[in-house]
């Protein structure tokens, strides 16, 4: 029998140690990078009308924080239940997918992993179920369906159906992939060594400036669920408050040595380079707010003014940021700090 989960997200009755979720899903919602906003914006916009989503990303981009996300702001009154396609049994009733959850949301989740004969009995019940829904006064199940594949390819290939894919791509949402949105690895990386030292019960640990160089040089195929495992071998390893770079050097997975490689180039910065980039993170982390970076950085407001004019006469100030700090978007005008 298929479980349903009620969802709420930003409880504020929740706290991190309440809810070991929390903050990383704050951190994931809360994103800086513009395209990940913009997807977050496409989300919530969808979230009150009951148009089918297709989620598209790489594994462990987020997907299920997306699903989570549609339904919580929703305020639809039925359950939401999220259904693993790629362990459905071959002799699975397809039934079983819309029982009892009127007005709800039903994940199809990893979609693309339904052997033919399965998408063919998914695709008769949607047409059946939506054919009874528009004439009943309950409202009908809202579906998302998440995949990491190319579902275009897969109709062109033969492997998944021209007509079922028709009937799931009405509001496509591709989720940007960890390493297009390096601005978000600091708050990522400290929701995930939050939610690891409950489990190893003991203090947070903080991680040096050459270490978080070595994660943003990083190519994490995983995307955060790779993050996580590589935070926690490091956590392992290190067994101080403080995660240096040789314990993510040893924490590092074998099978991605091109990523490693541009990761130890980083770790090769000058200490010049390093706080450079530390700067100009912390304005592009805090919205490009000079105090607050400042502050985050354990700085004066003028010694961070300073240090703007010094790469702006070097040539090194990032295209980006003007020298009071200000971030320029493409097409979204300047934010102020």
Request: aromatic letters at 4%; hydrophobic letters at 40%.
């Amino acid at each position: 029998m298929i479980q349903a989960t009620a969802i709420q997200l930003n409880d504020p009755g929740s706290s991190p140690t309440s809810n070991p979720r929390a903050g990383l899903e704050h951190a994931v919602l809360e994103s800086v990078n513009p395209t990940m906003a913009r997807a977050l914006a496409m989300a919530r916009g969808v979230a009150h009308a009951p148009t089918t989503v297709l989620l598209q990303g790489d594994t462990g981009a987020g997907k299920e924080i997306f699903a989570r996300l549609i339904h919580a702001e929703s305020g639809r009154p039925g359950d939401y239940v999220a259904v693993n396609c790629a362990v459905l049994a071959p002799t699975f009733d397809a039934t079983e997918l819309f029982h009892g959850n009127d007005g709800g949301t039903l994940v199809l989740d990893e979609v693309s992993e339904l052997p033919l004969e399965h998408q063919a009995r998914l695709l008769r019940l949607i047409h059946d179920r939506q054919d009874r829904q528009s004439h009943a006064a309950a409202p009908p199940v809202r579906l998302i369906a998440t995949t990491h594949r190319d579902l275009a390819a897969m109709v062109e290939a033969g492997t998944f159906r021209r007509d079922l894919y028709y009937r799931l791509n009405v509001f496509p949402i591709t989720i940007p992939s960890l390493s297009a949105r390096p601005e978000d690895l600091p708050a990522l990386t400290h929701a995930l060594l939050s939610r690891l030292s409950r489990s190893f019960r003991r203090a947070t640990p903080t991680i040096s400036p050459a270490a978080m160089a070595l994660l943003e040089g990083y190519d994490v195929p995983g995307n955060v669920r790779e993050l996580e495992n590589l935070l926690e071998r490091a956590m392992i390893l290190s067994g101080d408050d403080v995660i240096e770079a040789e314990a993510l050097v040893v924490a590092l997975p074998e099978p991605n040595p091109m990523g490693l490689e541009r990761a130890l180039q980083r770790v090769e910065l000058t200490l010049a380079e390093l706080e450079r980039e530390a700067i100009v993170t912390s304005l592009r982390r805090h919205r490009n707010n000079r105090t607050h970076a400042a502050e985050a950085l354990d700085i004066s407001v003028r010694t961070l003014r300073n240090k703007l004019r010094e790469y702006r006469e070097a040539g090194t100030l990032p295209a980006d940021v003007d020298l009071d700090g200000h971030l320029t978007l493409v097409g979204s005008g300047t934010t102020e700090g």
